[in-house]
T-cell receptor
Framework: GAGVSQSPSNKVTEKGKDVELRCDPI?????LYWYRQSLGQGLEFLIY????????KSGLPSDRFSAERTGGSVSTLTIQRTQQEDSAVYLC?????????????FGPGTRLTVL | GDSVTQMEGPVTLSEEAFLTINCTYT??????LFWYVQYPGEGLQLLLK?????DKGSNKGFEATYRKETTSFHLEKGSVQVSDSAVYFC??????????????FGSGTRLSIRP
């Protein structure tokens, strides 16, 4: 497909386990973003990639969160030792470049539930 | 830091009613402004945008005008339809090239349209 895809669509895990969330951006999009949508916090920025580097990680809530991007394409968001407050929908977006007025296209999200 | 404040929901209207969802922003630079929409069970989609003062964004009968003097970007539609029922997010993205063009979202306004 032509859009941003994310997997899995749903993930249920036990507290303390690690999880990996995957994002496949639109082909050719150099910028990739991770956001989190939760009931109490709304939509929050987590991290941004330009190519394979992450110039802005300011939104990562703790050192349990990390992300990488390889080949300027697929990105993985890893949450270690998950906590119940990590439960949220994790959204990935991509855009052609880092310009502020370039539209970001969002994936359907991964719903993470930590029991 | 930059922020977006939008009208609390939920908002319930009858079909063909006039819609306004208020949005104001705080930004140090010259942001681009957006309205995103999330239909039930779907991902975030860009509804409209404006990149500079006095620009009007429009799409699907919705309009919003970038008002620098009042730091506002209110969403309006003259006659709503049941299919407009969704959550609407006002957002901004900073034009600064020294930082990532992450999107800062408002808290979202849930709109329900009665037939």
């Amino acid at each position: 497909g032509a859009g941003v895809s994310q997997s899995p669509s749903n993930k249920v895990t036990e507290k303390g386990k690690d999880v990996e969330l995957r994002c496949d951006p639109i082909s050719g999009h150099t910028a990739l973003y991770w956001y989190r949508q939760s009931l109490g916090q709304g939509l929050e920025f987590l991290i941004y990639f330009q190519g394979n580097s992450a110039p802005d990680k300011s939104g990562l809530p703790s050192d349990r969160f990390s992300a990488e991007r390889t080949g300027g394409s697929v990105s993985t968001l890893t949450i270690q030792r998950t906590q119940q407050e990590d439960s949220a929908v994790y959204l990935c977006a991509s855009s052609l470049a880092r310009l502020a007025n370039n539209e970001q296209f969002f994936g359907p999200g991964t719903r993470l539930t930590v029991l | 830091g930059d922020s977006v404040t939008q009208m609390e929901g939920p908002v319930t209207l009858s079909e063909e009613a006039f819609l306004t969802i208020n949005c104001t922003y705080t930004a140090t630079g010259y942001p681009s402004l957006f309205w995103y929409v999330q239909y039930p069970g779907e991902g975030l989609q860009l509804l409209l945008k404006a990149t500079k003062a006095d620009d009007k964004g429009s799409n699907k009968g919705f309009e919003a005008t970038y008002r620098k003097e009042t730091t506002s970007f209110h969403l309006e539609k003259g006659s709503v339809q049941v299919s407009d029922s969704a959550v609407y997010f006002c957002a901004l993205s900073d034009h600064s090239y020294s930082s990532a063009s992450k999107i800062i979202f408002g808290s979202g306004t849930r709109l329900s349209i009665r037939p």
